[in-house]
């Protein structure tokens, strides 16, 4: 047997509760199985959880975690900003937000969404000197002085995060020892100058490595203006606040982190007095309040193995296959959904139905028997779920998507159109 991650304390109890509701409650609102489920309450209780740490400081989410439209609309008054990497994530927040709280960071960004940006009046997290260029010449085209902040590069790496971003070559960021001159250069263009964007890794477990990569951030965009001579208005720390996927592993004490980076906020160096400062976060906000369901189509036997096989499987949630980043697969937490009790009563693999040994939901895990008919759940899916995985591979329907308890949401619940 395989151990699994923990259950998110959300969903511990059996049968399977989300949001007041049993599983096959969830899929009779859907209509159909797989789906998603995400439980609002879940996001709202992080929310506040940040603001009683962060006291003075802004929370932006970073939509790519998970673009669900019902989900924005129901984040946008609870959040400072939505942080955005291409038009199509743009324009999914343009009538939730003012131009002003929202960014746009990313390499590659094409002329026409240069274009849109600009004429969105939102900020653009530069990533390159060229970019920069055209950036100030699309805004003269257009007659609209553009809003740029610059995305620095930095020397400092994220220790013990899963993907680093800083401390190296890197196609994000211009690196520090050029983000002073390019923020001259955008000063000096006319553009409206709006701050420093670092960002140093995802997907931390360590809150002492997060409370010195803040530290050295803060030490870096004080040096950056003391060089350029102007105060930024905004410094975007980053974030790369981690959620516990797997056997062993933690949540985050971000009380710990909070105290810390208040404190230090206390005596900013004068380069950056006046300066408002935000943490960006994707999966910390939502990974945790996603549940991935899918119906148990078949039970099979092979050469002494169990195969659960379910309706769906990396197609939806390619994450938990361990097929997006992960350099060694482990379990994720799963459940059988309808089992009166998680303890396990046997070890079996859960499948999906994809014809690829890489479709595979759960290894050589303890769960309880699970029959064709059952349903599993997956947790760990609300951030990076449907929209960082292969949805048209295999040709199977898209699953529904539910956003549970946001009463004042409309169409929370997207169904499927079935092929
Ligand atoms: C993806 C991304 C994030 C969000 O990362 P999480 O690990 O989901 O918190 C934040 N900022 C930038 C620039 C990103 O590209």
Same mark, same amino acid.
């Given at each position: 047997m395989k151990p699994m991650g923990t259950i998110p304390a959300d969903f511990a109890g059996a049968p399977l509760v989300i949001a007041g509701r049993s599983a096959e409650e969830w899929v009779d609102v859907a209509g159909d199985t797989p789906l998603f489920v995400y439980d609002f309450a879940a996001v709202a209780r992080r929310v506040a959880r940040f603001r009683a740490a962060f006291s003075g400081v802004d929370l932006h989410y970073a939509i790519k975690a998970n673009p669900f439209a019902p989900l924005l609309a129901a984040m946008a008054p609870l959040v400072d900003g939505f942080d955005v990497a291409s038009a199509g994530e743009l324009a999914r927040v343009t009538r939730l937000k003012r131009?002003?709280?929202?960014?746009?960071?990313?390499?590659?960004?094409?002329? $026409?969404?240069?274009?849109a940006a600009i004429r969105a009046g939102i900020t653009i997290n530069l990533e390159s000197e060229g970019e920069a260029a055209r950036a100030i010449a699309i805004g003269d085209v257009l007659g609209l002085v553009p809003r740029l902040a610059v995305r620095v590069n930095p020397e400092i790496e994220l220790r013990g995060s899963g993907m680093r971003m800083g401390g190296r070559a890197s196609p994000f960021g211009i690196d520090s020892d050029r983000a002073a001159a390019l923020a001259r250069e955008v000063i000096d263009s006319g553009a409206e100058w709006c701050g420093f964007h670092i960002f140093a890794g995802s997907q931390a477990l360590d809150e002492q490595a997060i409370i010195e990569t803040q530290a050295e951030t803060l030490a870096l965009a004080a040096r950056l203006s003391e060089q350029v001579g102007v105060v930024p208005p905004l410094v975007n720390l980053g974030g790369g606040f981690g959620i516990p996927y797997f056997p062993g592993e933690v949540p985050l004490d971000i009380e710990a982190i909070g105290a810390a980076l208040v404190e230090r906020l206390g005596s900013l160096p004068a380069g950056l007095e006046g300066t408002r400062f935000a943490i960006e976060l994707g999966r910390w906000l939502v990974g945790?309040?996603?549940?991935?369901?899918?119906?148990?189509? $078949?039970?099979?036997?092979s050469r002494g193995e169990t195969f659960i096989v379910t309706d769906g499987g990396m197609n939806h949630q390619l994450a938990a296959s361990g097929n997006l980043g992960t350099v060694v697969r482990r379990n994720y937490p799963v459940a059988v959904a309808t089992a009166p009790a998680h303890a396990p009563t046997e070890v079996a693999s859960v499948v999906g139905p994809l014809c690829t040994p890489l479709d595979r939901l759960a290894d050589h895990v303890g769960i309880p028997v699970a029959h064709p008919g059952d349903l599993i759940a997956v947790f760990?899916?609300?951030?990076?779920g449907l929209s960082a995985s292969p949805a048209g591979f295999l040709g199977h329907p898209a699953p529904a998507e539910i956003l549970a308890g946001a009463p004042d949401v409309p169409n929370a619940i997207f169904t499927s159109p079935k092929a």
């Open positions: 131009g002003h709280a929202i960014s746009f960071a990313g390499p590659g960004k094409r002329r $026409d969404e240069i274009e945790e309040a996603g549940v991935y369901l899918t119906r148990v189509v $078949d039970r099979k036997q760990m899916a609300g951030a990076y």
